[in-house]
């Protein structure tokens, strides 16, 4: 019988209400989906954008195993110390080297004598700041993975579709998976790919249903319509959790499947 590994991408958390998600669903989604590992993307945690100490900690406490972030990564201050002291909180690893924190690590799976690394990194195209080439750095930051696992899952943060489905190409059958995540509206898109690696263009938020991508509509239709400079606020109301569940291979790091897991309820 193949051993394999069951790992969950949950995709961007939207301030409290998708931090409340987390905390309640993750525990039986884990049991429910025989769950090994834990991945999700948290840049805009606290508040709608950003991350801190106590948003990061809440969600590894709630039992995620490793937090990815993006463009919106240092719009709290603590996250630069949070990222220099936490490694299981990255950033893109394309940002200079001298920028704290880091933008890959590897993690032992708890119930299995296994690791997975995870990697984050941010797209060019219609981004800010335009970071170092995406598909270079992916070839710098395997060379350092390789003889660690080869379960390897990279959040592949960014924007135009485009971009986003060419480093799948690039990546295929070098890593178990590439997930899309920063458009907040899930693509209906995962697949495996012809070398063995699981796809999906975004995995989609989790957060405010009732929401333009998890902000409250009011103030963005606001902005939309007066081009005025207006402040967002985190959208509140019925949620929606988005989601891949990859299953892979534990010796040869190729993912066996992909599935999209959307759940959606009333939190209180
Ligand atoms: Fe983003």
């Not at 990255?90 to 799976?109: D, H, I």
């Not at 598909?135 to 986003?164: C, G, N, R, W, Y």
Request: glycine residues 8%; charged residues 25%.
């Amino acid at each position: 019988m193949t051993e394999t590994v069951r790992i969950l991408f949950i995709g961007d958390i939207i301030g409290r209400p998708g931090r409340h998600v987390v905390r309640k669903w993750l525990p039986t989604l884990r049991k429910e989906l025989a769950i090994d590992f834990v991945i999700a993307n948290g840049e805009n945690a606290a508040g709608g954008i950003g991350i801190t100490e106590g948003t990061a900690k809440e969600l590894l406490d709630a039992g995620v195993d490793c937090l990815t972030t993006g463009n919106h990564v240092w719009k709290q201050k603590e996250a630069l110390q949070l990222l220099s002291r936490e490694n299981r909180v990255l950033r893109p690893a394309n940002f200079p080297p001298e920028t704290p924190g880091c933008g890959w690590c590897v993690l032992l799976v708890k119930n299995k004598p296994v690791s997975v690394a995870v990697v984050n990194i941010m797209g060019q195209v219609f981004m800010k700041p335009i970071l170092d080439c995406p598909f270079k750095t992916l070839d710098k930051v395997l060379e350092q993975i390789h003889p660690k696992t080869p379960l390897i899952v990279v959040d592949f943060h960014a924007e135009a579709t485009s971009e986003k489905q060419a480093f799948a190409y690039y990546a295929d059958g070098r890593v178990t998976a590439v997930i899309g995540t920063h458009t907040h509206v899930a693509t209906a898109d995962e697949r495996l790919m012809s070398k063995g690696t699981a796809f999906i263009t975004d995995v989609g938020m989790t957060g405010a249903i009732e929401s333009v991508i998890g902000m409250r509509v009011n103030e963005v239709l606001y902005h939309f319509v007066t081009k005025l400079p207006t402040k967002f606020e985190v959208a509140t109301g019925k949620v929606k959790l988005c989601a891949v569940l990859i299953e892979a291979n534990i010796k040869t790091g190729k993912a066996l499947s992909i599935q999209r897991i959307e759940r959606e309820g009333e939190i209180g």
